[in-house]
Every structure is written in structure tokens, then in C-alpha cells.
């Protein structure tokens, strides 16, 4: 369900430019109670396991080494607002923040964003440059912003879930194409992000669209309304430039006329799961709110609370615990201000299983928000942007989990390497292909923890394309094999930081290459 958003504000923000506020509205639905089913414990997974891209195998999500993997994480809104940058930069600097989510435990960042940020001219607001706060994200456009949080996130040892909450800045959309934003556009940024981060393992996977809710319905077969289709359509888009992603796929409102939360609805994903292209990337997301942001008939039960997981297990839970596939509460929040809140928030808790006892066999979840300024729910940071919610976020204590190998800190997600060692990844974007003949940019991020000097990246087309000219680097060709070595004035990249070369070939630009990066 789609909140209100409020702004809070401090005292130390008094003098910034204030955010822009974004409406979300919250909708209540009924449905009935199902009897619940009994977990079976399993061994707890390895504190070393998150390393690489992931995959599924029945309901657990996996490694790339095959490790069970839990996330347990924290959504951070704002890029999907009319600010175009994640909230509360105008009173800290993003680092920080990214260091107290690591601090408090959560493993997994989601980001949600509108359509927006791909516009050209759209830059960020509401950004503190001040006293050495956010220096780096200066002049900078919501995209190339988005990076520095990934790369930042990834050194710290969490992953980042990209979420496609809206088509614009104005606000939710019931299906996933409104008449000015059109499926193809929703599908060409959904591939532009998936080819931004390819080979960037930090970045696991893309929520396709927040909360689609009636009229969208699910194995309808209608090709406008029928979200599971939507569904399979986007994602096979992004699996053909990025294989290696996890799709996220939300529930709807309403199924076979019983009604949920937006984007709560699973019921008919047994009957007709997503199929994609390529094997074992499906994680279907729920999401699941308390009275503070509607009423709903089961609160009101005189079983309430017992009655909650035999609700959940109706709706989403049962794919799970049938071993369908993996289940990631995407969000769920409360204000905690009412008896009913707490009651819920310790069943959700239970429900979702604690990691002590289940370890990764769990389900995965997110929760919303890391924002103060959500209006129904508020956040884990009280409206300072600095304090914690220290009773909001000890409900969560027993189910978050490990954090995993971090860029910066001696893991090998994203292509980074441990401590002082030198490290870089390379992302490839066609800007332009007229058939005869394509051009394309590389961005080569330092995702290590010290400047690099040089750098050079490697890529082996699978068609004929041959290299015609080359800006901003130079270059060597063998066979379908490029090499890349920086220019003169781009060699030196810092920490965190990026830079970029383009060039130009022949034929068509084909499928995205896989990019190597060495860094010195």
C-alpha cells in the first residue's frame, strides 16, 4: 500500500532547501483467514555466504556459490519523488547513512525510483554540500548519484535491490504503463538499469513495479491488465542484457474476487507462476501493512493476532512454505502507536522466522522505511535523520542476518577487492545503433578503497562488430576481443569515483558484452 509522505523536519535542515513532497495513498481490502502450516527448522547458513550474483532453487535464494542467502534489509525512498535523490541529504552526507543501516544489521538496500530519473535534465535537489557533507555527488544527475550509492553500498557489505515504484514523480500507478509513460518506456529503462550495472554484483536484482492493484489481475490473460504477463515480458527484457538479475515480481489487489494490499495478492502465482527465459530468477514480493495505514478485516478478528499467519499463508506465505520459490516482504511498516501495531509487527516477526533458528531458510524482506518522513508509518530513523527508533527497530532484531562480502572489505561482489587493493568495475551502454553502424560509452567505477592509477577493461563481442574509433582511451582489437587502456587525463580515478570513454563501430551494436576491469 502506498503511503503518505511527510516531510520532517530539523533544526539542522532548517536552512536547506526543503524537499519536495510526493501523496501516496493507502486503500484497505478484506480477505479471509487460511489455517497455517508448520515450518521445519533447517541449518543455519554460513555468515560468509552473499558473494556474486544470486539465483533461486526452490524457496531459498542462493549464491554464487550456493550458499543460502537471507535479506534482510531497509528501504530508502526519494529517487522515485520530485527530489530525484534518496531523502534526508539535506541533513546528512549518504556515507554516513549507509555506515548506520550497516551498523544497526540490515544487509539489503531497496531503492525505489520513478521514470523520471532517465529524463534528460533531471538532476537531484535538496542536497547539503556543506561542511564536507556529500562533496562528491556535486553536479551530478540522479543516475550517476545512484551509482555512488551502489558503489558505496557494496564496499559496506550490502546489496541494493533497484524498485520501479512509479512511471513519474506525481505519483503510484494501479498498472505498470500510464498514458504517458507507456510500457516500452517502462521496459527500455528497466533494460538501461539492468545494462548500467552489468557486472556489478552489489546491484541483485530489479522490483519490475510497486504495487500493481485492481484493475491489474493476475493469469487473466488480458495483455493491458494481466500483471503476471507484464511480468514475464519485462523481465525476460532485462535477462537479455543482464542474466544474471533477480526479478522481483509483486503481487496484485485482487484475486478470483478476494481482495489484499497493493501488491500484496499471490494467491494466483501457484496456479500461474512467471516464467522467464532464463531459469531460477524469480523472487515474488508481498507487501504487508498494520492499522496505521488502512484497516483490515482480519485486524478485527476476535483470534487476532493468531488468526495472521493462516492471512499470510493465503496470500503469499504458501509459496514458500510449498517450496514454489523464494518470498521477499518487500515492505511492511508500522507507526507502532497502537496495541494492534505491536501485536502485528511481533507476528510478522515470527512469521517471517527468526534466523537463529532457520538461518537463510527464511523468508526475505525489507523494511519500509529508513525515512522518518513516510506519513502512516514514519521510519528507523526518528525526524532527526540521525536517532534511532530503538523500539521500531528491536522488533527486528531476531530476523535480521549476516551481511555479506563487502567491495571494499575483501569480498568479490562487484568485482571488488579487500582492503587497500586496487579494484574497478566497467559498465557498457549503447547510446546510439542505426543498423550499419553503433556507438557506445563504458563507465569504469573504482569500487575499491584506494585511487587508481590506470585501468583497463576487456570485452569479447559475439558478433563481427569491429572498433572504429575510440575517445577518452585507447585501444587494441583482436579477433572479437577489445581491450581498453585509459587516456592520460582519465587514469586516476578515486575511491568511489567514475569515469568513462565512448567510441564508435561496425555493424550493428548486437548484445551487450560481458566487461572485464583491471585496475592498478
Not at 552473499?50 to 529517487?79: E, M
Not at 501457484?270 to 531460477?280: E, F, K, N
Request: proline letters at 4%; one cysteine or more; aromatic letters at 12%.
Amino acid at each position: 500500500m502506498f503511503r503518505s509522505l511527510r516531510r520532517a523536519l530539523c533544526a539542522a535542515a532548517a536552512a536547506l532547501l526543503l524537499p519536495l513532497a510526493g501523496t501516496y495513498t493507502a486503500h484497505a481490502a478484506t480477505a479471509a483467514p487460511t489455517a497455517t502450516h508448520a515450518p521445519t527448522a533447517v541449518p543455519a547458513a554460513s555468515t560468509a555466504a552473499g558473494a556474486g550474483y544470486w539465483h533461486t532453487s526452490g524457496r531459498q535464494i542462493l549464491d554464487a556459490a550456493g550458499q543460502p542467502v537471507r535479506i534482510a534489509g531497509i528501504n530508502w525512498f526519494g529517487f522515485e519523488t520530485a527530489n530525484h535523490v534518496v531523502h534526508g541529504l539535506w541533513s546528512r552526507d549518504y556515507k554516513s547513512m549507509i555506515d548506520q543501516m550497516r551498523s544497526l544489521g540490515y544487509n539489503t538496500i531497496r531503492l525505489p525510483y520513478s521514470d523520471d530519473i532517465f529524463k534528460s535534465g533531471t538532476v537531484p535537489n535538496s542536497i547539503d554540500f556543506s561542511s564536507g557533507k556529500n562533496t562528491d555527488l556535486q553536479g551530478l544527475n540522479s543516475l550517476q548519484v545512484m551509482d555512488r550509492i551502489v558503489a558505496y553500498a557494496g564496499q559496506d557489505g550490502l546489496k541494493v535491490i533497484l524498485d520501479r515504484h512509479r512511471p513519474d514523480s506525481g505519483g503510484q500507478s494501479a498498472l505498470w504503463y500510464t498514458a504517458s509513460v507507456p510500457e516500452s518506456t517502462w521496459i527500455a529503462d528497466l533494460k538501461s538499469l539492468a545494462t548500467r550495472y552489468q557486472g556489478d554484483s552489489t546491484v541483485i536484482g530489479i522490483d519490475l513495479h510497486n504495487e500493481p492493484h485492481d484493475p491489474a489481475c493476475w493469469g487473466c490473460g488480458d495483455q493491458a491488465t494481466d500483471w503476471r504477463l507484464a511480468a514475464q515480458r519485462a523481465g525476460n527484457a532485462v535477462l537479455s542484457v543482464n542474466p544474471a538479475l533477480l526479478i522481483f515480481v509483486e503481487g496484485v489487489q485482487s484475486y478470483n474476487g478476494v481482495s489484499g494490499w497493493w501488491g500484496g495478492n499471490l494467491m494466483g502465482a501457484g496456479q500461474y507462476p512467471v516464467q522467464l527465459s532464463v531459469a531460477d530468477r524469480v523472487v515474488y514480493s508481498a507487501h504487508d501493512y498494520a492499522t496505521s495505514v488502512a484497516q483490515q478485516s482480519w485486524f478485527s478478528d476476535p483470534s487476532f493476532p493468531a488468526n495472521m499467519p493462516g492471512v499470510w499463508d493465503k496470500y503469499w506465505g504458501y509459496l514458500f512454505k510449498q517450496n514454489i520459490a523464494p518470498v521477499w516482504v518487500g515492505e511492511f511498516g508500522t507507526t507502532l502507536q497502537s496495541a494492534v501495531d505491536q501485536k502485528w509487527l511481533a507476528a510478522l516477526v515470527s512469521y517471517l522466522r527468526p534466523t537463529s533458528t532457520y538461518g537463510a531458510d527464511s523468508f526475505s524482506w525489507t523494511f519500509w522505511s529508513w525515512n522518518p518522513n513516510s506519513g502512516d508509518t514514519g521510519g528507523i530513523l526518528k525526524d532527526d535523520w540521525t536517532t534511532v527508533d530503538t523500539v521500531k527497530d528491536g522488533y527486528l532484531a531476531s530476523i535480521k542476518a549476516p551481511l555479506f562480502p563487502g567491495t571494499g572489505g575483501g569480498g568479490n561482489g562487484g568485482g571488488g577487492g579487500g582492503g587497500s587493493t586496487a579494484a574497478c568495475a566497467a559498465a557498457y551502454t549503447v547510446t546510439s545503433d542505426w543498423g550499419g553502424g553503433f556507438n557506445a560509452d563504458v563507465k569504469v567505477t573504482n569500487t575499491g578503497t584506494t585511487a587508481l592509477t590506470s585501468w583497463k577493461v576487456t570485452w569479447t563481442w559475439n558478433g563481427s562488430q569491429q572498433v572504429s574509433n575510440m575517445w577518452n582511451a585507447t585501444y587494441t582489437q583482436s579477433g572479437a576481443t577489445v581491450t581498453a587502456v585509459n587516456a592520460a587525463q582519465n587514469g586516476a580515478v578515486a575511491a568511489g569515483a567514475s569515469t568513462s570513454f565512448g567510441f564508435g563501430g561496425a555493424p550493428g551494436g548486437g548484445s551487450v558484452p560481458s566487461l572485464s576491469c583491471t585496475a592498478t
